[in-house]
Structures are given as C-alpha cells and as structure tokens.
C-alpha cells in the first residue's frame, strides 16, 4: 500500500512536467485526483479494511490525497502566473560608454584622497607672467630653467606655465595663510616628442601652509596620499633635492610599480621612480605671497599626474595622452 | 659625474673599514643620486708583470714574434706576440696559461707552428685605456712577476651621479668634495691635500681682470724646466675610469686636478704668454677654438686675451693657438674663478658645453683657485723633481669671498624636524661637513665654508637641510596633519568641470580628449585658414596659441574618423586671449551627412541637459548672429541663459567639413565654462500638486511653408488660460505638429464644459494665427 501512494506521486510529478498548458494539466488532475482516480478507489476502499489497517493506512491515504492536489494546484498556478517566453532570452550585448581622459581620472583619485586631509582644490592661469612662474619662486634670472631651450615664452611678454607652481603664490594672495590648497593643471615644456617626453602634461601642486608644521607632517600626507591612490603601502624613500622655492627641498621615490622594484627599463633599472618633489615653502616664496614666514611655514610638493597614470595603468607611449585617438581612450571607463 | 672609489679611498682615513659597494645606497639618501655602480678590472686575472729576455721574428709571420719572457718564475715562458713593439727589456703585462680574460680561459696553444704560452696584453685588452697599438708598457722599475692589479689600481668600483642632482652643489664637482659626504655619513676624517707652497720671492706675472663682475679671481702660475711629460699610469687609468683621454701629464694635471677638486684649470705654453687680461669680447668678433671650430662672439662673452689677441673664452673652452706642444718645458698655469650666469649663457649661445663650463656654471668657490695651483705643482714635482718655479703665485683677487655666518635659531630647527635634537648631535652633524659651531643658549653659531656658501647655504632652513639630510629621513616619523573642521571650499572648478565630464561620458557615452593648446600648422594649412593669436617665440610652426577650442580639435576628429563612423568627443580647455586664459568646453558630434537633422537635434538636447541637469536652469536657442566663417551661418545657435550667452551650437562649414572628410557633418557645442561656473544653481522648490485629476489634450497643427516650430511656440504663448498646467512638442510628421496639453485646477476635477471651452478657444485662436488645426 506505502509503495502505490508512493508511486502514485511519483508519477504524477513525472506526468506534470510534461505539462505546458493549463488545459493539460486539469486533464492530468481528474487523472489523480477526479472521481474515478486510482486514489478515490483507495479512499472507497478503506470502509472494507480491517480496524487494524484503517489504523495503519487511514492518515496516510487521507495525506497523499491531499499532496496530491497540492502539487497539481501549485503546479496550476505556478503554470499561470509565468511569462510566456517567445522570443530569446539568451542574447548578449556589448556595453558600450564614454571615458573620462586618463588624467581626470587619476587626477579625480589624487584630489579626493587629499580632500579627506583638508585640502581645497584650486586653479591657475595656463599662460602666466614671468613673475608667478619664476620669480615669486625664489628662481632668480640667470636660472637654467628660465631658458628658451625649457620655457615657451610667448610675444606678449607672457608664457606658458612650466609647472603648477606658480599658483602657489597666486593662492597665497588670493586666500592667505593658513592654506591647505592642491592644483592640478596642464603645464608646459620645450621639449621634443617621443614615447617618454611630451611637451604638454599634467602635474598636481600641493601647498600647506600653518603654523608649526614640520618635514614629518610631510612625510606623514606623503604615505597617506600614495595609500589612497594605489590601494596599498608603496615604499618609498626621501632624498635630498633642489629647488630655489622649497628649503629643504627633497624627491620623493617610490618603489617601481612597473617591476616592484626589481630594476626595469621604466625605472632605468634602479627599482625607483622618481614621483613627487617637494620641501618646506622657502622663506622668500612666503613673503612675496604676502605671508610672514616668523609666524607661518609650511611644505609644498609637486606630482607628476601624467606619470603617476603612466605608472597605474602601464601606459608606455606618453603621446597617447594627447592624440585623443579613441581606441586607446575607451579602455578609460568612468569610475 | 663618474666617481672613481680607489680616488676616494685617497683621502679618507681608514678608508678600508666603508663598504664601497654599498654605502652608494646611503649616499643617494643623504646626498644625491647615484644611477649606477660598476666594478670594473674584473675581466681578467692572473696577469702578472713579464719582462721580455728574448725576441726573435716568427718564421712563418710578417708581424708575429717569438718571445723568451721572465715573469718571477725559475724558466722563463715562450710566449709569441703580434704587436709592433715588442722589443727586449720591455715590461708588460702578461696572462698566463690558466688565467682567463673576457670569460675566455688561455691555454698553451700553437701560433703557425709555435707554441704560445700566454699572452701579453694591451691597455683595451685589460680594459684600463682604449689604447690598442701595442702591449702594455710598464715602467723599468715594475717588480717582475707581481700580480697586474697589485701594481696597479685597476680593480676599482666606478659611480655614477646623477648630474641634475648636483646642480646645487659646487663642492661636489669633484672627487675631494665625493670624499668630504662620504666621511661625514660614515664618521670617518677626511684627509687634507698634500700641496707645495710657493715662496713669491719672484716676479708676479701680469694679469689684469677687466670686468671684475664676471671674473671674480684669477690665479696665474709659471713653472719651468719641465722635462717628463710622461703621466703615470695609475692616472692615466684613473682619468680613463671616469671618461677622459690621457693626453701628456701636463694636461692630463689640469684635468686631474678639475676630477679632483672640481676647479677647471688650463696649463698654456709659456712661451707664447705675453700678458693676460679678462674681458668681455666685442660683437661680431671670431675666435676659433681648440676644437678647430669658428666661434661668433657677442659683448657678453668672457674672453682670456693675451697681449691684444683672444686667447681663450673664459671657462668654456681655450682657443687653438694657447695648446701645449710636445716640445713644451715651460707653461703658464691659469687657475680663476668666473660668474656662473655669464660662462652658462656662453656655452649655451655657443653650443659649447664642456666639463670646465659645466663646472663654472655651478657657482665654484674663488678659495679653491690657489689651493688648485698648489696642488698641481706638487703632483707635477712627483714627475719632475727638478721643476723650476718661474713666477709668483700672481694672484687677483679683487673682492675676496668669505666664509659665511648663520644664526641656526633652535626653535626654529625644532619645528622644522618636528623633534628636539641635542646639541651634541647638530654640533657633530655640521662639523661633519666643515661647518664651524657655536652652541648658545636659544641658538646655534654657523659659519659656513666658502666652498659651500657661494651658492646653495645662505639662510637657516639651507642649515636645517643640511641637518635633516644627515639625520636621515628615514628617521623621521609620518606625522598627519591636524584636521580644521571648519574647511571651506576655495573654488568649486575642479568639480564642476568633473561633473560636467562624467555626464558627458556616462549620458551621452562621450570620450574626452586632450588636445594641444596650439593649433596645428599642417592643420591650418589643409583648410587653408589664416589665424591670429598669441604667438609663441623661437618656433615657426604650431605657434599659434588657440582662440576656438573647437578648430584645435578637428585634427582629433579626423583622426578617429579613420577608425570609427561616428563618434562623440569633448574637452574643457583653455583658449587664449589678450593677457587672459580663459576655460571653454568644446564637444564634437560627427556623424555622415545623411544623419544632419539627428546629429544636430542630439546636439540641442546635449546643451539643454547640461544646464537643466547640472544648473536646473532652461536653456533658450537662438540664431546666432555673429558666426564665424568656418561655421554655418544659417544653423548655428547660440545657448541663452535669461538672456544672456553661455555658447554655441555649430555647425562647421561643408567647405571645411569636406576637407576633413567627405560627406560628414561636424557640429560643435562650446560652452563659456569660466561663465558657467559664475551661474548659480537654480534652488529646488517643491511645486504643489493638486488632488484633483488632471487631463491631457492633444492638438495637433498644421504649419504653413514658411512657419517653423519656433513661431508656433510664440503663439503658443499668447494663449492664456488658468487651465494650463503645461504644455510641450510630443511629435511631428512631415508639417504637422501635434502639442500637447495638461490641464488641472487646484479647487475641483474638470467638466467637460471647462473642457469644451479651452478646445473651441485653443481652435480660435491657431485659426486667428493662420494656421490650420486637425480636429
């Protein structure tokens, strides 16, 4: 008897499968579960059983009955309430987007670490004087830098800016001390094409000005900033550098991304890569941003945006950056 | 700059104890950086010194020798040698049989017939000179059977430093200086020089310095009766380790001495000095130089003059008749100091950049100018001890360059390193590099060396450095910056342009570009477009500054035309005019000509969803006026805000388009982005909405030929009614356009009469305006 109940719903499970339309199904219910169903014949049989199997036997019919009608009514609604499909629903295609220049992006990362510390974005000329670009720096007139050979100068007494710089005494003037500023921006250097030279590219000045700060709170935005960028502790190390407007002056390398530090071609095999100049604003920068340098000091620095997007996403041709040649910039999704 | 280690071992005390190797580690963090070390005299061993007993010619070789050769052993070795002079008595360097050279191990082997066993050696083949005429010529004195590389320093660790890292250091110029850091970070003594004194009991020779503001001193020296003009050997590798050419001890001294102490000095052939005056040249004057090339000089080039003629240009480079001969016995040494800016600005409008140029450009310490005469006279002794001093050490000196003074203030060194430092430890630290030290109370008594105060120590924070650099960075903690909460945003640029790119991108699946700020010549040229701007000096083409951002970018549109059908790209730039640096967005939308009306009503709703999106304001398009030639006239738009332009819609001329590519449009949108930073945004207010059910009407009318949606829209306008909720374009086909309209009240749900009456009104009125209504 266990068995035929059994097997019962078994079969009944099978048949449904079979099923695709509601007519099939109510066919397959009056099957199962009509008047002259196989489990009606059991359930008419129990009258004649002996007090000993109507015990045994009873529930058991009563609950198969019962599960049979489940299954054939949730298989009926289940039946009714899902989509009929025809068409195919395995089609696949391709997303396509714009892309941001590869130097918003990473300029968009480096800003937003250094917003978290308090930074404020700024903004500079792209042609400038000669004073904001040279001599409120502290670079006196007989400095190589101020060379044709480096600068482009322009035929109205003006020029392009070689660095971001020169919006550090520019926001001295315009915001005052204490100043927590950083400027991403274009800049500009006679210099001829090749894969590792451009003559228009992209740094990142950051300026801190306040009282008492001192070379570890350097060091201290230093890691934070390149944590943030590349998701990770970068090693790093500081040497002595020169630059008329900071004193000291310093570079700051990191380990090579390209080859983690192993020795490439990228870092001319020395496992560094030279990434972020800077040093404590000199005194004379100060002052011809209109701020004593007996009550404030401060640190600047300088990030080559360009390079650091050459680094992260191993870009080994630098005029990508300017050819706006789509194939290369659509690799550029939007973050 | 290439160091030689074995130079520097010279000069400091129990040199032996510095790992060689790997204190260049130290050195690039403490000092500058080093790009490479190499040890070098390592391509070979077990080479010792031959003397040759016998020579014979080979039977069966026009060149070939067979040489009987004693090298300490109790036989003597048969070794056969193609070099010419090969003679006996000769001392040179031999490899024996088991010793190898360039990884190649040497075995006794025949040469046409004759067993050789070893090989003597060139100068190249040991890798110590590129002298390759004949084997290595040792003195007579050269102990016979010694290993090569006791005898000589051959094995030798070579550095590079990285020159740019050394700009500011003039004391670094030389090997001295190298020694000086390298003692001070390893705590070990530097060595002072040896020298020889001159006495000046003679005459002094006549020097005169003309322009006393570009040449600061000069120090003249005449020396006599020098016979061996033969440079040992030890320098000549030496100076060959580091890159230069042996040419006769005299010259090789000067330069020696310029390796040595960074003091560029020049020895003349004394017997063509008559008198020597500094001056600057005139212009238009020519002198040609050693290098056998024509100069053209100006009035600010320094010249040595002797008598009345040129002699040489000041630092850079001697002129050809001022060479020592061989014959020479008698030189007049020079030894002065000029103005950095005066001898950079020379070499660079000569093209004529030399090591002692490269020096003087550092800023030298005048100091240095006798110390260097003193010193050449004593390694020039060693070779000639019979040497005649001639002169005085005629020394002209107009303005004497002292030692500097700093008051290091302590408090100030404290925040600066952000930690108290003992006394003892800055006191050690500057002494270290030939700082004087007074400690007081509150602060520190400096004073500075001349070869360190000339150009790169003149305030406290260039001691601090100092201090810092020593101390070691390493040593210092990362300490965050203290976090005002009251931080203000300075300029809102930087976001907004970024807003701006990632709508574009995302919405409107733009690409950005970078393009150069000057428009391309070749460019110009092809659509035959003469443009005025901002030139940029010294360059003859792409030297035009842009004013339209639109035209810079159409080399980029052309390019991808190559690659893609059509495409949308876009780039927030500057363009320049007058003293001004002003910010324009300018988006491209290309596509085939066949797509105009798609591609310029995409266009449209670009620059309307830039406002509404970013500045929840509504854009009006207008006929633009004043449209520039390269644009349509008839199409272009100008983007209204209450009135006011904010840019442009263009269209690029089909003159100019085809020219880019056949049979495609080319439509511009520019924004002023340094006024649309200026615009406000538009405060949200929420509007009410009425709890009464609204109803829409669609009407759809029939322009006449000559009407465009634009006078409809304006007699749209005058129809008034309270029932207007709103209205707006829901379609068009071919003239007809059908409107639609959402009516509503605030106080009860409308009837139809309500509705009735609008309809008969609305007909009314488009029927007053002559125009036809579909009913």
Redesign the interface.
Known sequence: MEKELNELLENLTKELKECSKEADVLNVKSKYVGKKSRIMEIMSGLKDMSVEDKRKYGSLINNTKKELENTINNYLEDLTNTLDIDFDDTLDYEV??????P??II??EV?DALKK??F????G????TEYYNFEALNIP??H?AR???DT?????N?L?RTHTSGVQVR?ME??GA?L??CV?G?V?RNEDLDASHEN?FFQLEGM?I?K??????L??????LLREVFHKDVKV??????FPFT?????LDCSCLICDGKGCPTC???GWIELIPGG?V??EVLRAGGIDPEVY?GFAFGLGLTRLAMMKYKIKDIRV???????Y??NFK?D | MLISCNKLKTHIKNSDKIDWLHIWDTFTIRTAEVEETKEVGKSFDNVVIAEIKECIEHPDSDHMHILQVDCGEKDLVQVVCGAPNVRVGLKTALIKVGGHIDGMEITARPLRGVTSNGMCCSGKELSISDNHDGILELPTDAPVGMDIKKYLPIEDIIVEIDNKSLTNRPDLWGHYGIAREIAAITGNELLPLDVEEVKNDKKDLDITIKDPKVCYRYCGLKLENITNNKTPLDMQIFLYYVGMRSISLLVDLTNYLMLELGQPMHAFDARVVKSIEVGLAHDGDVYTTLDNVERKLTKDMLMIKNGDKYFGIAGVMGGLDSEILPDTTSVFLESATFNAGSIRKTAVALGLRTEASARYEKSLDPNMTDVALKRLLYLLRQENKDLVIASNLTDVYPTVTKEGHITLHKNILETYMGRVLPDEVVKNILESLDFKVEVKKDTYEVTVPTFRCTKDISIEQDLIEEIARMYGFENFEAKPLKLELSIKEHETVFTEEYKIKNLLATKFDMHEVNSYIWYDTALLKDLNLEVDGIKLMGKNENNILRQDLNLSLLNIVSRNLKNYNSFKIFEIGSIFEGNLTKKRLSIILTDDEKNLEATYNEAKQIAKYLFKVLKHVDVTLVNSKNVDALYDKNISKDILVNDSNYGKILVLNKKYASKIAKKKVIIAIEVDIDKYLELPKENIITKEVSKYPTVNLDYTIILNKDTKYIDLESILKEFKSNLILNYCLVGTYENKYTIRYTLGSQTKTLETKDLQTFKDRFIEHIKNNNLEIME
């Open positions: 396509n987007t714009g892309s941001l220049h130097v918003t300029a968009k800003t510390m308090g404020t974005i700024v903004s000329p792209e042609m400038d007139k007989d190589p060379d044709m050979q482009y100068y322009l035929d109205n003006m392009l926001a315009k915001y204490p927590r500023i991403p274009r500009f228009t801190v306040d008492n700060i001192s070379i570890e709170n060091i201290g935005v230093m890691q934070e190390r500081l040497r002595p550098g020169f004193e000291p002056s310093y570079e001319k095999n020395s404590m000199h005194p000091n950056f300017n050819n706006g040649d789509i194939r910039l659509e939007i």
